[in-house]
């Protein structure tokens, strides 16, 4: 094969570079991480698969077509994506709203589901928007994850206690749950709170011991030995073994389109689970994730869990680390993982017959305990308190208004965090740094010099519609605070990028309000595509091309050249001004070596502009212009 084809075959399969140049000490690590992995899937993938609404074996469906496609297209060697609770909870809440749950076609609806979530993300990462992961906040996150578990926490209570669960938010099932606690099955009470403490003093043991694996083979023996389905503990029932084959969920468009929100918000919310564990185990193995990559692959092991009538998945944190706990090395794990799942799928499933409900219960419990981040939450009240704010409004949406409408809140609080962090007039005022020619923010200079009759200013923000109107007015208040004797305004535009049009607009509105003022606007380091966007709308033209500069150096040696000195005390202060820059140009100049030319010969230049100008302000009287 041609050296290009196999290059651009890597591309698109990174699990062939991954596996490149293999080796055979690797293939025990990857084996003991299939099988630790495997050993949490099957509990939790059969509790996820009823969050989803579906019957436990449906994690047979999903889960090794997610692992398998996963590992083929993602670009994280140790990530694992099978089944995730939070996902699973967004495709019963977007599905339940179409179809009663456990009936054929709320079946339909969920593997058509998890297919249009999966060729939304394969889309979003072909066009390369993997960089949304910067715009949903961490901390709104946060709250949201804490949220979302609890929630899926309140579903699961009363299979523990043997009761049937209400309806609603979080509040309403929370107010059925203690209005109904007279009614507990004080048997399946015994097998909830039994797994849930084997559970925990389990996971104390040994964090490498498969617990949920353990306490779901003690259930389903001592289930057996007393017969505590006989007794009124609900069980799983009847499971068939086997696979189904690949098929396309027959839906109609009109269905599709009432997927579609709930399909972009998991979507959303598989990549914003996976980002953050992909990239803090390629930072821990010394390789490099793709966000687009990631993209890809979630949207990849979400078609693929729908072909196979399964439901949508996500990333498994828990399994992940576990994984890597392991010593996995490749995505070799990830596929040995999907065939030990199918043996499961294919010869052992009638063991799961006699599975307590209550058991199933306690694992999710368990599971999604470790989404509920006190301290994270905790730190955020500490540091600072915008961010644990964005957070409890997300947390308490998501208890309030339930899954999707949570979501919705979310990614509305993260936006509007956004822009309003943006649209904030942060302004520096900038000084001469004592015996350089260096300008930095007055605050952090020591003994800065200011330059008479300037105002250096420099948005700490790009200009965009947003802060535009508040950036003008704080600039105005500081024209204004500077007193009458204002001869020039310099704007550095270093971190302006691009420029919108009300951008744009802003700044031939300022140039307007300074020249009332008889004051000139002047503008330093602008970008080329702001630079555009100035000649386009007319600014450059309203401000005057000499009124741009290069260089924060260039305009103040410009406008010192021309300052006239209206006292005294402003003359002296030009004069020592001038004489202390010529000599900082002049050593400066003197240092450079000769193949740095345009640079010395910019100096040069500036040095005896200096001159001049400091020998024309000693020849004039005070007041003269």
Same mark, same amino acid.
Not at 115 to 131: H, K, P, Q
Not at 263 to 278: D, K, N, T, W
Not at 358 to 387: F, H, P
Not at 574 to 591: C, F, I, Q
């Given at each position: 094969?041609?050296t290009?084809?196999?290059?651009?075959?890597?591309?698109?399969?990174?699990?062939?570079?991954?596996?490149?140049?293999?080796?055979?000490?690797?293939?025990?690590?990857?084996?003991?991480?299939?099988?630790?992995?495997?050993?949490?899937?099957?509990?939790?993938?059969?509790?996820?698969?009823?969050?989803?609404?579906?019957?436990?074996?449906?994690?047979?469906?999903?889960? *090794? #077509?997610? /692992? =398998?496609?996963? &590992? $083929?297209f993602?670009?994280?060697?140790? @990530?694992?994506?099978?089944? +995730?609770?939070? %996902?699973?909870?967004?495709?019963?809440?977007?599905?339940?709203?179409?179809?009663?749950?456990?009936?054929?076609?709320?079946?339909?609806?969920?593997a058509?589901?998890?297919?249009?979530?999966?060729?939304?993300?394969?889309?979003?990462?072909?066009?390369?928007?993997?960089?949304?992961?910067?715009?949903?906040?961490?901390s709104?996150l946060?709250?949201?994850?804490?949220?979302?578990?609890?929630?899926?926490?309140?579903?699961?209570?009363?299979?523990?206690?043997?009761?049937?669960?209400?309806?609603g938010?979080?509040?309403?099932?929370?107010?059925?749950?203690?209005?109904?606690?007279?009614?507990?099955?004080?048997?399946?009470?015994?097998?909830?709170?039994?797994?849930?403490?084997?559970?925990?003093?389990?996971?104390?043991?040994?964090?490498?011991l *498969? #617990?949920? /694996? =353990?306490?779901? &083979? $003690?259930?389903?023996?001592?289930?057996? @030995?007393?017969?505590?389905? +006989?007794?009124? %503990?609900?069980?799983?029932?009847?499971?068939?073994a086997?696979?189904?084959?690949?098929?396309?969920?027959?839906?109609?468009?009109?269905?599709?389109?009432?997927?579609?929100?709930?399909?972009?918000?998991?979507?959303?919310?598989?990549?914003?689970?996976?980002?953050?564990?992909?990239?803090?185990?390629?930072?821990?193995?010394?390789?490099?994730?793709?966000?687009?990559?990631?993209?890809?692959?979630?949207?990849?092991?979400?078609?693929?869990?729908?072909?196979?009538?399964?439901?949508?998945?996500?990333?498994?944190?828990?399994?992940?680390?576990?994984?890597?706990?392991?010593?996995?090395?490749?995505?070799?794990?990830?596929?040995?993982a999907?065939?030990?799942?199918l043996?499961?799928a294919?010869?052992?499933?009638?063991?799961?017959?006699?599975? *307590?409900?209550?058991?199933?219960?306690?694992?999710?419990?368990?599971?999604?305990?470790?989404?509920?981040?006190?301290?994270?939450?905790?730190?955020?009240?500490?540091?600072?308190?915008?961010?644990?704010?964005?957070?409890?409004?997300?947390?308490?949406?998501?208890?309030?208004?339930?899954?999707?409408?949570?979501?919705?809140?979310?990614?509305?609080?993260?936006?509007?965090?956004?822009?309003?962090?943006?649209?904030?007039?942060?302004?520096?005022?900038?000084?001469?740094?004592?015996?350089?020619?260096?300008?930095?923010?007055?605050?952090?200079?020591?003994?800065?010099?200011?330059?008479?009759?300037?105002?250096?200013?420099?948005?700490?923000?790009?200009?965009?519609?947003?802060?535009?109107?508040?950036?003008?007015?704080?600039?105005?208040?500081?024209?204004?605070?500077?007193?009458?004797?204002?001869?020039?305004?310099?704007?550095?535009?270093?971190?302006t990028a691009?420029?919108?049009? *009300?951008?744009?607009?802003?700044?031939?509105?300022?140039?307007?309000?300074?020249?009332?003022?008889?004051?000139?606007?002047?503008?330093?380091?602008?970008?080329?595509?702001?630079?555009?966007?100035?000649?386009?709308?007319?600014?450059?033209?309203?401000?005057?091309?000499?009124?741009?500069?290069?260089?924060?150096?260039?305009?103040?040696?410009?406008?010192?050249?021309?300052?006239?000195?209206?006292?005294?005390?402003?003359?002296?202060?030009?004069?020592?001004?001038?004489?202390?820059?010529?000599?900082?140009?002049?050593?400066?100049?003197?240092?450079?070596?000769?193949?740095?030319?345009?640079?010395?010969?910019?100096?040069?230049?500036?040095?005896?502009?200096?001159?001049?100008?400091e020998?024309?302000?000693?020849?004039?009287?005070?007041?003269?212009?």
């Amino acid at each position: 094969m041609p050296t290009s084809a196999v290059s651009w075959l890597s591309r698109a399969v990174p699990f062939i570079a991954s596996v490149r140049g293999y080796r055979a000490a690797w293939l025990k690590r990857d084996a003991v991480g299939a099988l630790t992995v495997t050993a949490l899937l099957i509990p939790e993938g059969m509790a996820y698969a009823e969050l989803a609404g579906l019957p436990p074996t449906a994690a047979f469906y999903a889960a *090794p #077509a997610g /692992l =398998v496609l996963y &590992a $083929l297209f993602g670009s994280s060697r140790q @990530l694992i994506v099978a089944v +995730s609770a939070a %996902v699973a909870v967004l495709s019963a809440a977007t599905v339940g709203a179409l179809a009663q749950v456990g009936s054929p076609r709320f079946v339909v609806l969920t593997a058509a589901l998890a297919m249009l979530a999966g060729l939304i993300s394969l889309l979003a990462g072909v066009l390369r928007l993997g960089r949304i992961a910067q715009f949903f906040s961490a901390s709104v996150l946060t709250g949201f994850v804490f949220g979302l578990a609890l929630i899926i926490a309140i579903k699961q209570v009363p299979k523990l206690f043997g009761i049937e669960g209400g309806d609603g938010n979080f509040f309403e099932r929370s107010w059925f749950l203690l209005t109904h606690l007279g009614a507990t099955h004080r048997v399946t009470l015994l097998v909830g709170a039994g797994s849930l403490i084997a559970l925990f003093a389990l996971g104390r043991v040994s964090k490498r011991l *498969p #617990a949920a /694996l =353990v306490v779901l &083979a $003690l259930s389903i023996a001592v289930t057996a @030995l007393l017969g505590l389905d +006989s007794r009124g %503990v609900k069980v799983v029932g009847k499971v068939t073994a086997g696979l189904v084959p690949p098929q396309v969920p027959q839906v109609g468009l009109g269905d599709l389109l009432r997927l579609l929100p709930g399909a972009c918000g998991i979507a959303l919310v598989a990549f914003a689970e996976a980002i953050g564990p992909a990239r803090m185990l390629a930072a821990r193995h010394g390789y490099e994730v793709d966000a687009n990559r990631e993209l890809v692959g979630l949207g990849a092991a979400n078609v693929g869990a729908g072909l196979f009538r399964g439901f949508s998945i996500g990333c498994s944190l828990s399994k992940s680390a576990a994984n890597d706990a392991a010593g996995a090395r490749t995505e070799v794990s990830a596929m040995l993982a999907s065939g030990f799942t199918l043996l499961v799928a294919l010869f052992l499933t009638p063991l799961f017959r006699l599975l *307590p409900e209550a058991t199933l219960g306690a694992i999710v419990v368990v599971a999604v305990s470790g989404m509920m981040d006190v301290r994270e939450v905790r730190r955020l009240y500490q540091v600072r308190r915008a961010d644990f704010l964005g957070a409890f409004v997300a947390l308490l949406g998501v208890l309030a208004l339930d899954v999707l409408p949570g979501l919705l809140l979310a990614v509305g609080v993260s936006l509007f965090l956004t822009v309003y962090r943006a649209s904030l007039p942060r302004l520096s005022e900038l000084g001469r740094v004592p015996g350089a020619l260096a300008f930095g923010d007055v605050r952090r200079t020591p003994r800065p010099l200011t330059v008479p009759g300037m105002l250096i200013l420099r948005p700490n923000e790009g200009i965009f519609f947003a802060n535009a109107t508040s950036l003008r007015d704080e600039i105005m208040t500081r024209v204004r605070q500077a007193g009458p004797h204002l001869q020039a305004v310099l704007l550095d535009l270093e971190v302006t990028a691009d420029l919108d049009v *009300p951008g744009a607009d802003m700044l031939a509105a300022l140039h307007d309000d300074l020249a009332r003022r008889r004051s000139t606007l002047m503008l330093t380091r602008v970008m080329a595509p702001t630079g555009r966007m100035l000649e386009r709308a007319g600014v450059t033209a309203k401000v005057g091309a000499e009124n741009l500069y290069p260089q924060v150096l260039d305009a103040v040696v410009e406008h010192l050249a021309r300052a006239p000195a209206v006292t005294p005390q402003g003359k002296g202060l030009l004069r020592d001004g001038l004489h202390r820059l010529r000599l900082l140009v002049d050593e400066a100049s003197a240092t450079l070596d000769s193949d740095e030319g345009a640079d010395r010969e910019r100096l040069l230049t500036l040095g005896r502009r200096l001159s001049r100008a400091e020998s024309a302000l000693g020849a004039m009287r005070p007041g003269q212009h």
